[in-house]
């Protein structure tokens, strides 16, 4: 979801929530305390230079329990930041922590936001011989458990 596309679904909102793939809400209580832009530089297991790059957002739970986020306060969060540092409308990312830092995109609900999580993947099947989904399917089915080598096998 784009970041227009964010603040659009924003301006639709009465109240700002956000939930959890399988449905558990995130506190009413979270704060929005970073928007930010992060650029990831790297390469992939294929060796190709590859860059990403989007606009982070960080939701944090705090103990006080009486502000709530509005959707018109989030939406002013990221006008300022658009002004101060990033016009160009990239791809949103949210930050929330569970019992690590997850990485999510959110999906616009009628209530507010799901947050999808962001999966790895490998980004040069063909360069590294990863086969593509239905291929792995496919052999999943038919692999059967290695032999267990035991010392005087020929497996090792």
Not at 4 to 20: A, G, P, Q
Not at 51 to 65: F, G, I, K, P
Not at 102 to 126: E, K, N, Q
Request: charged share 25%.
């Amino acid at each position: 979801m784009k970041r227009s596309e964010f603040k659009l679904h924003l301006s639709t909102l009465n109240d700002l929530r956000f939930f959890m793939e399988d449905g558990t809400a995130v506190p009413a209580h979270a704060h929005l305390t970073e928007a930010g832009i992060i650029t990831r530089k790297f390469i992939d297991c294929g060796g190709q230079l590859q860059q990403t790059t989007c606009t982070n957002l960080q939701l944090w739970v705090a103990e006080d329990v009486d502000h709530r986020l509005s959707p018109d306060k989030a939406g002013r969060i990221i006008t300022q930041f658009e002004e101060m540092f990033e016009p160009e409308d990239h791809e949103i990312e949210i930050e929330y922590e569970l019992s690590t830092v997850g990485r999510y995109t959110p999906v616009p609900t009628p209530h507010g936001f799901t947050l999808r999580a962001i999966h790895t993947a490998c980004l040069a099947p063909d360069s590294c011989g990863v086969p593509n989904v239905k291929e792995r399917k496919s052999l999943s089915n038919l692999m059967t458990p290695a032999p267990v080598c035991k010392p005087g096998g020929t497996c090792c």
